[in-house]
């Protein structure tokens, strides 16, 4: 993979879902709030990047396939990388996938079956084939993949600039007043601080699923070139087009959409053109609202197909390792694509297609343990620095440690919120986790 393919990697699997989805849920937390919605934003740029700071240093460390599983095996010992394989299967990596693949489904029934776009039985379908063509596109290999990539990934960077400059074209229509504002915080009825705080983090757990991503680029670093480079470039530029984009995207929703017709589109970016082309005939006559429903869902399945490319070298770093199942290692004489990891992957993740309830919760289920894992990285960073500072490192993380300890602190705050706000799904998360300890013996029992 080249530092284009790498961007291309980060941009593709950063901008997908989130931003389709997410701003409606930030802007109710934050009581109606574009100011404080774009704040959340930022901040959530701010603690990727930071995160991205720090899978470089990691990445050039521990240049295998595998990314987190590679950090905590190494830093913690391998029962920790086995738990990370584990949960990646059962809620990270295949959740992600389910998630995508789902938003990705009901933009693209919405413009072709707008008749069925309640219908969730047709979403669950076009959202499952999906997933196994992008599956079999993978299971040709990493080039494949990665052209495929590259492929949507300037398709859907494209789509979104030409949405912005659609909302440049209606400048004199646009409420550019309403991006000072702070909602319903400006009324008598204003909550306490701290439970503004736990509100902050809630939408921050939004804001941070659209970001989510930007980890993906270093669980495939052994097959990059010069990876010194292409990882610490990938990752920012990766990182810094993304913000850009969803400031811009968010900028346009509050200054089209009233809050009320934000508060209830299930797909924002479709009302903002549809909004626009009431002043603006042309935009009906040329079809303007279904290509944009057409580029947000190949946006999806661009951030899907990068979960993919990437999720199943986690199972199979492990099965090398002799720490997960030994089926995942299996690797196609032809493609060198670990293709049986892809297929039990696709699998899984079409089985949560079916029993995931809504996009909320499949969230929440998520995010509880992705930032457990992402928070014990970054510790890992700073364990070896302290421990090991003579370890070779061909890239290091910028101004440590306040880098590490910054995506500490933010991490701990969204841990903290998510069990205050959403309690059940957090359990159900952690006990997908902990499932791992009733697995790893039997993983032992077999090898032996």
């Avoid at 720090?54 to 295998?64: A, D, I």
């Avoid at 270093?218 to 010069?226: D, H, K, L, M």
């Avoid at 089209?256 to 002043?279: D, F, G, H, W």
Wanted: proline share 3%; glycine share 10%; hydrophobic share 50%.
């Amino acid at each position: 993979m080249s530092t284009f393919d790498s961007v291309c990697m980060v941009v593709g699997s950063v901008v997908g879902s989130g931003i389709f989805v997410s701003p409606a849920r930030v802007f109710e937390l934050l009581y109606q709030s574009p100011l404080f919605s774009l704040l959340a934003w930022l901040v959530a740029a701010f603690i990727s990047l930071a995160g991205g700071l720090c899978y470089s240093e990691l990445g050039c460390l521990f240049p295998k396939a595998g990314a987190e599983y590679q950090y905590l095996k190494n830093g913690f010992g391998k029962f920790w990388g086995f738990l990370f394989a584990w949960t990646q299967l059962m809620v990270l990596g295949t959740g992600s996938i389910a998630i995508m693949a789902l938003v990705s489904a009901n933009y693209l029934v919405g413009v072709l079956f707008p008749s069925y776009n309640q219908a969730d039985w047709l979403s669950k379908v076009t959202a499952s084939l999906l997933i196994l063509v992008l599956t079999l596109i993978n299971c040709l290999g990493i080039r494949s993949g990665s052209s495929i990539q590259n492929t949507l990934t300037l398709i859907k960077v494209s789509g979104i600039v030409f949405l912005l400059v659609l909302g440049l074209m209606h400048w004199p229509q646009l409420n550019i007043n309403a991006l000072g504002s702070l909602g319903f915080l400006n009324s008598s009825n204003s909550t306490d601080f701290l439970h503004l705080c736990f509100k902050f983090g809630s939408a921050m757990i939004a804001c941070l699923w659209a970001f989510d991503g930007w980890n993906n680029l270093s669980r495939v670093t052994e097959e990059s070139v010069n990876v010194q480079k292409t990882l610490p470039v990938g990752l920012l530029g990766g990182i810094a087009i993304a913000t850009l984009l969803y400031l811009g995207l968010n900028a346009l929703y509050f200054t089209v959409l009233s809050p009320q017709e934000m508060m209830s589109s299930k797909t924002v970016a479709i009302s903002v053109v549809q909004r626009m082309s009431q002043t603006s005939n042309w935009i009906q006559s040329f079809g303007i609202v279904s290509l944009i429903g057409i580029l947000i869902s190949l946006s999806a399945g661009g951030a899907c197909n990068g979960s993919l490319l990437s999720g199943a070298r986690i199972y199979f770093a492990g099965a090398r390792d002799k720490l997960f199942f030994s089926a995942f290692g299996q690797i196609d004489s032809k493609s060198k694509a670990p293709v049986t990891s892809l297929i039990i992957q696709a699998a899984w993740s079409v089985g949560l297609v079916w029993l995931g309830k809504n996009f909320e919760t499949l969230l929440d289920y998520f995010s509880f343990s992705a930032w457990l894992f992402y928070g014990a990285c970054a510790y890992i960073l700073i364990k070896l620095r302290r421990g090991q500072p003579h370890l070779s490192r061909p890239y290091k993380v910028a101004l440590y440690p306040f880098t590490p300890l910054l995506f500490l602190l933010g991490e701990g705050f969204l841990v903290s919120s998510q069990i205050v706000n959403s309690p059940i799904p957090s359990l159900w998360s952690l006990i997908g986790v902990l499932s791992g300890v009733l697995v790893y013996p039997l993983i032992n029992l077999s090898r032996e």
